[in-house]
């Protein structure tokens, strides 16, 4: 009697391109991603930290990314850059991060390639 195939087991990764603790853990998935991709392939999932915020940055709100940031730079060596705090008006919205990163999942898995000289 042939055995039942066992479920193909994943590692699921929920992740935000625009999350600092994400960026700064993203050599650790890639060094994961790398060390296990035939027995325990990586899947992501992208989530929304700030998915369809529509609000300016706060000066407040600048001074917490900024602490957050320098935080996650001192864990991790992570290297960031603090340029957009200076944007007047700035609108920390996610969602097209994320999307950025599905769409080119979606094209990389379909065969196609992204050369930055497409991306308009």
């Known amino acids: 009697m042939d055995q039942p195939a066992s479920p193909t087991k994943h590692l699921v990764y929920f992740a935000d391109p625009m999350c600092s603790w994400c960026y700064g853990f993203a050599p650790v998935i890639a060094e994961l991603a790398e060390r296990f991709e035939e027995r325990l392939p990586l899947q992501m999932v992208m989530g929304g930290l700030r998915a369809g915020n529509t609000t300016p940055m706060r000066t407040e709100d600048k001074a917490y990314i900024r602490s957050a940031w320098t ?9 960031f850059d ?4 200076e944007r007047e008006g700035f609108v920390y919205d996610t969602e097209p991060a994320c999307r950025a990163v599905v769409t080119a ?6 065969g196609g390639s992204l050369r930055a ?3 308009r």
């Open 105 to 110: 999942h979606c094209v990389i898995a379909g």
């Open 82 to 85: 603090f340029h957009f705090l």
């Open 117 to 119: 000289n497409e991306v």
């Open 71 to 79: 935080n996650v730079n001192q864990a991790t060596g992570q290297p």
